[in-house]
């Protein structure tokens, strides 16, 4: 499939693919989503629940390691230890990544994002004192976790190009991976998605959105 390299609203980069008409991070801005959801209303959130030394964080869609590379910027700039695990079945290539230039935009260490993409796969390793990155390569329905994760980054492509990502069975994964009072955090306000998540018993709440959306969801687990 068709990859290209565009520039997002907020002067940050992202991949596209045109056949989909569909972007890795959001073509309002790749970095102010990412901070808006995963950092602002999932991270943040969960942090603020209690007095927490030590995180674990599943993402459904590693991509471009955007995610991963802000939330190490977290860990460092507040020294809470991250353990993070990334799902990608089709890893960026390292031109790509290279292109993107989070770093610079982040005034964080490009040796930073370079370990994330050159560290191996299938096995944890130290980025930081306070960041540990497990990087797995599989499809998200091959997930097996019970009671694992504090916090879910569920960055998938959107249910209008890939449905299936997005159905109760799938959505069930998350639910079963995260630890009592876990939390789920997406981009996506899609209302079947909401009363799937209702339906597996989380609690949800619809917030506002990044640039260019209206709302995004948060979901908690009981």
């Known amino acids: ?20 008409d569909e972007q890795y991070h959001s073509k309002h801005g790749a970095i102010a989503e990412a901070k808006h959801v995963f950092i602002q ?4 959130h969960k942090l603020a629940s209690g007095s927490i030394s030590s995180l674990s964080v599943l993402e459904f869609g590693f991509g471009t390691g ?24 089709f890893p960026v290539q390292q031109a790509e990544w290279q292109a993107m230039h989070y770093s610079e ?11 994330m993409h050159q560290g191996p796969w299938e096995e944890p390793f130290a980025v930081d004192p306070k960041f540990t990155l497990l990087k797995k390569q599989i499809t998200f329905d091959q997930l097996a976790a019970s009671k694992e ?7 998938a492509f959107g249910p209008r190009v890939q449905p299936e990502l997005w159905q ?6 998350t639910y079963e991976a995260l630890k009592p009072g876990g939390v789920w ?6 209302g079947d998605v909401r009363r799937d998540l209702q339906a597996l018993g989380y609690t949800v709440e619809r917030l506002d959105g990044p640039p260019g959306k209206r709302h995004m969801l948060r979901a908690t687990k009981p």
């Open 66 to 89: 955007l995610n991963a590379l802000l939330t190490l910027g977290y860990a460092r700039q507040h020294q809470i230890k991250i353990e993070y695990t990334g799902l990608e079945a």
């Open 168 to 173: 109760r069975e799938l959505l069930s994964k």
């Open 149 to 155: 994760y504090d916090l879910i980054y569920f960055d």
């Open 41 to 44: 209303n999932g991270l943040q």
């Open 1 to 20: 499939m068709k990859r290209e390299l565009i520039q997002t609203g907020d002067g940050s980069w992202t991949i596209q693919l045109p056949d989909w």
């Open 185 to 190: 955090v997406s981009y996506c306000a899609k």
């Open 105 to 115: 935009m982040l005034s964080m260490s490009p040796s930073d994002f370079e370990a």
